[in-house]
C-alpha cells in the first residue's frame, strides 16, 4: 500500500485535491426543477468567508497602489491647474450665472412636475442620497465584471444599492464587506436591469455580453428603433430610480436564438473600463422639503374633493336609474328583456318595412336640395333614369311631406349665401 | 522539443527560490490581476496568476507542488470573482501539475518552448474552466473563445519577459 501511494503520489495528491474542489462547487450549485442549475444568489457562510479572506488579503494592496497613484496624478494635476486658473475662472463663472438661471426654470418645472405625480398617485423614486466611493479594484477575470469600492459596512452599504456615476448607471452592490464592497457591473452576463428606450418606449432588460458590451434583450422586432436612441432605466427593477441614463443604442441585431426578437446593442454612457469614483444610492425613498410637501398636501387635498365630486355624481345617478324604467334588466335573460317585449307598450318599435316603396316612403322623400335640377320627374331622378335635361320647375302644393316649399327655407335649414335649385327657377318677380 | 530521458532527469536542475519569492510573486501576481483591468480596461488580455503558476510549476518540476500552487492562485481568484469558487481552482490544479509534469520531460530553459507551453496551458486552462462550467456544474456561461485566444497570446508575452526576470531572483549554488 505504502509503495502504491510512493509510486502514485502526485496523481494521488492531484486527484484529492480536485475531488475537493469539485465537492466544494457542488455544494455552492443548485438545480431547479426546471432542470437547469444556478448559483446561489447570496454566498454561504463558508463561500462568503473565503471571499472575505481574499478580499483581506487584496484590499489593502489595492487601497495603497491606488492611493499612491492618486498622490501622484494630485501632485501634477495641481501644477497643471495653476496654469491658466483666472481665465477658467471667469468662465466658470459665467457658467454659474447660466446654470442659476436654467436651474430656477427647472425647479418651477420640477415642482409642478411632483404636483402632477402627486394628484396621479404616482410616487416615482427620486435619489435623495448618494455616498461616493473610489474603485480600487477588480475581479481580475474577463468572465466576472465585477470591481471593488473603498467603502463598505462601515458606512451602512447594503446589497442591491445602485452604483452610479455622474453620466449614467454602473452596477449594484453584490456583496458587502467591512470596509469595501463589491459591484456588479450592468455588462456582466448575470446582470440585469430594467430599461426603456427613450423615444420609442420599447421596454427591455439591460445585460452584458462575453466581450462585456451592454445589450438588451427581450425585445420583439421593430423598425422604429433607431441607432443614437436614448436608453434609460425603467425603474421596474426596484434597484435603480426611474431614467437615469444608461447609454444609446449602438446597433440592432436579430437575436440568434429567439426568432421575431432582437439584441439592442448599446453604447453605455459611464466608462465602465475606466472607473474611478462612483456614487452608491443610499436612499431612494421620496422625501420632499416644506414647500413641497405643502404643494403635494394641497394637491392630495384637491384630488380628494374631485374624487368626492365624482362619487356625489356616481350615486346620484344609480339612484335615477333606479327609479326610471329600463330597457335592459341585469337580472333578466336576453330573450326576456323588456325591449324583447311584445306587449310592452312603452316601447317604440321601428315602423315595418313597404312591399312598393314609393315616393311617399319614409326615406323617399325627395327634397329640392337632394333633387335633381335638370329632371322633370322626381322619381326619375330618384331611380336615376337618363332623361332629357331641362330646367327644373318647381310645383307648389305638390312636394313631399316634409319638404319646404321654395321660398320658405327655414334659417337654420340652408345657408344664407346658397341657393337652392327650386329658389334659381323662381321668376324675379316672385321675390 | 527537446526530450529527455530518464537518466538525463537527475542532472536536471530544481529551481529554488527564496521563501519570500514563493510568498510574495504569487500575491503580486493576484493583486496586479485585479488591479490592472482598472487601469487598461478592457484591454486586459493576460491572467498573471496562470503565468505564475506555470513558472514555478516548470522550475520547481514537482507535481505535487504544481498541483498546490494552482489550486491556490485559482480559488483566490475566484473568491475575487462573483462565480462558483473553485471552477478556476480545478483549471489551475490541472495546468500546474501539466505543467510540472512537462517541465521533468522537456527543456524549459528555451524561451520558444516557453511561450509554446504559455500559450497552450493557457487555452487548456481556459478549455478546462469552460468544461466545468458548463458540462458539469451545468451553469449557464456566453463565451467567446477569442476573447481566451487574446488571453493566451498576452500570457504568452508575459511569460516571454517574466520569466528571465522570475529566473534571476533563484537561489544559485
Known amino acids: ?431 | 522539443m527537446k526530450l529527455l530521458g530518464a537518466n538525463d532527469r537527475r542532472d536536471m536542475e530544481i529551481h529554488r527560490y527564496p521563501v519570500l519569492v514563493y510568498a510574495l510573486v504569487p500575491l503580486v501576481a493576484l493583486v496586479l490581476q485585479a488591479w490592472l483591468p482598472r487601469v487598461l480596461g478592457q484591454y486586459a488580455y493576460f491572467d498573471l496568476p496562470l503565468v505564475v503558476t506555470i513558472y514555478f510549476a516548470l522550475g520547481r518540476r514537482s507535481p505535487i507542488q504544481g498541483t498546490l500552487m494552482g489550486a491556490a492562485m485559482g480559488l483566490f481568484e475566484d473568491a475575487l470573482t462573483h462565480h462558483a469558487i473553485g471552477v478556476n481552482g480545478v483549471a489551475k490544479t490541472a495546468v500546474g501539475f501539466i505543467a510540472a509534469s512537462t517541465g521533468i520531460r522537456i527543456d524549459v530553459e528555451n524561451h520558444a518552448i516557453r511561450v509554446i507551453l504559455n500559450f497552450a496551458l493557457s487555452l487548456l486552462a481556459s478549455a478546462i474552466y469552460y468544461g466545468v462550467y458548463r458540462g458539469m456544474l451545468g451553469l449557464d456561461l456566453k463565451w467567446s473563445w477569442f476573447t481566451q485566444l487574446f488571453i493566451a497570446i498576452g500570457n504568452a508575452v508575459i511569460a516571454l519577459v517574466l520569466f528571465p526576470f522570475l529566473d534571476r531572483l533563484q537561489i544559485r549554488d
Open chain 1, 1 to 431: 500500500m505504502d509503495s502504491f501511494f510512493a509510486r502514485y503520489r502526485n496523481l494521488v495528491v492531484l486527484a484529492v485535491v480536485l475531488v475537493a474542489q469539485i465537492m466544494g462547487l457542488a455544494i455552492q450549485v443548485r438545480r431547479f426543477a426546471g432542470g437547469h442549475n444556478t448559483l446561489d444568489v447570496r454566498d454561504g457562510s463558508g463561500v462568503r468567508l473565503i471571499r472575505l479572506w481574499a478580499e483581506a488579503v487584496v484590499s489593502p494592496f489595492e487601497r495603497g497602489i491606488h492611493g499612491t497613484g492618486l498622490t501622484a496624478s494630485d501632485l501634477w494635476s495641481n501644477y497643471a491647474d495653476l496654469r491658466n486658473v483666472r481665465k477658467q475662472n471667469q468662465q466658470l463663472q459665467q457658467t454659474i450665472d447660466r446654470l442659476r438661471l436654467e436651474q430656477a426654470a427647472l425647479l418651477e418645472d420640477a415642482k409642478q412636475g411632483q404636483r402632477l405625480q402627486a394628484l396621479l398617485n404616482f410616487q416615482q423614486k427620486y435619489i435623495y442620497s448618494t455616498l461616493a466611493a473610489q474603485v480600487i479594484g477588480s475581479s481580475g477575470s474577463e468572465l466576472s465584471h465585477v470591481f471593488y469600492i473603498d467603502k463598505g459596512e462601515d458606512y451602512n452599504l447594503k446589497p442591491d444599492m445602485a452604483v452610479i456615476t455622474g453620466d449614467g448607471i454602473v452596477g449594484k452592490v453584490r456583496d458587502v464587506f467591512p470596509h469595501t464592497a463589491q459591484v456588479l457591473a450592468i455588462n456582466d452576463q448575470t446582470s440585469g436591469a430594467g430599461v426603456i428606450l427613450a423615444t420609442t418606449r420599447i421596454r427591455g432588460i439591460l445585460r452584458g455580453d462575453p466581450s462585456g458590451r451592454l445589450m438588451v434583450v427581450g425585445v420583439l422586432s421593430d423598425e422604429r428603433i433607431q441607432q443614437g436612441e436614448a436608453v434609460a432605466t425603467a425603474g421596474g427593477d426596484l434597484i435603480f430610480p426611474r431614467g437615469l441614463p444608461v447609454g444609446v443604442v449602438d446597433k440592432v441585431t436579430r437575436d440568434p436564438v429567439h426568432d421575431g426578437f432582437i439584441d439592442i446593442m448599446v453604447k453605455p454612457a459611464a466608462h465602465l473600463d475606466r472607473l474611478d469614483e462612483v456614487m452608491v444610492i443610499t436612499s431612494t425613498q421620496p422625501r420632499f422639503n416644506d414647500q413641497q410637501q405643502k404643494d403635494i398636501d394641497t394637491s392630495q387635498a384637491e384630488k380628494g374633493a374631485d374624487a368626492q365630486a365624482i362619487r356625489d355624481q356616481l350615486k346620484a345617478s344609480q339612484i335615477m336609474a333606479e327609479h326610471l324604467p329600463g330597457l335592459i334588466d341585469p337580472n333578466l335573460p336576453p330573450d326576456q328583456q323588456p325591449l324583447n317585449d311584445s306587449s310592452n307598450p312603452s316601447i317604440i318599435k321601428p315602423p315595418p318595412q313597404p312591399l312598393h316603396p314609393d315616393r311617399f316612403t319614409p326615406g323617399n322623400a325627395v327634397t329640392p336640395a337632394t333633387s335633381a335640377p335638370d329632371s322633370t320627374d322626381s322619381n326619375a331622378a330618384a331611380t336615376g333614369s337618363q332623361g332629357q335635361r331641362r330646367p327644373a320647375i318647381a310645383r307648389p302644393g305638390t312636394a313631399a311631406p316634409g319638404q319646404t316649399k321654395p321660398g320658405q327655407a327655414k334659417p337654420n335649414q340652408a345657408a344664407p349665401n346658397k341657393t337652392t335649385p327650386a329658389q334659381k327657377a323662381q321668376p324675379q318677380g316672385n321675390r
